[in-house]
């Protein structure tokens, strides 16, 4: 009886370490998603400011 407590609590462990594994992949998985997604942003943050700063120009050349 007791081995067997022993073996049920081993495959207990040993399922929670997968899951724990599944998640951790997750995890890492969404984090580079995320980083994706931020460079992302950053390349369009840069973009709409080289659309302002042209339009600034164009602005300041109607004015003159």
Same mark, same amino acid.
Do not use: F, P
């Given at each position: $009886?007791? !081995?067997?407590?022993? &073996?049920? &609590? %081993?495959? +207990?462990?040993? *399922?929670?370490? +997968? +899951? !724990?594994?599944?998640?951790?992949? #997750? !995890? /890492?998985?969404? %984090?580079? %998603?995320?980083? /994706?997604? %931020? =460079? $992302? &942003? #950053? =390349? *369009?943050?840069?973009?709409?400011? $080289? =659309?302002?700063?042209?339009? $600034?120009?164009?602005? #300041? &050349?109607?004015?003159?």
């Amino acid at each position: $009886d007791h !081995i067997s407590q022993v &073996a049920t &609590a %081993a495959e +207990e462990q040993s *399922s929670v370490s +997968e +899951e !724990i594994s599944r998640h951790l992949t #997750n !995890i /890492g998985d969404a %984090a580079q %998603a995320l980083a /994706g997604l %931020a =460079q $992302d &942003a #950053n =390349q *369009s943050s840069h973009h709409v400011t $080289d =659309q302002l700063n042209v339009l $600034d120009q164009q602005l #300041n &050349a109607l004015r003159t």
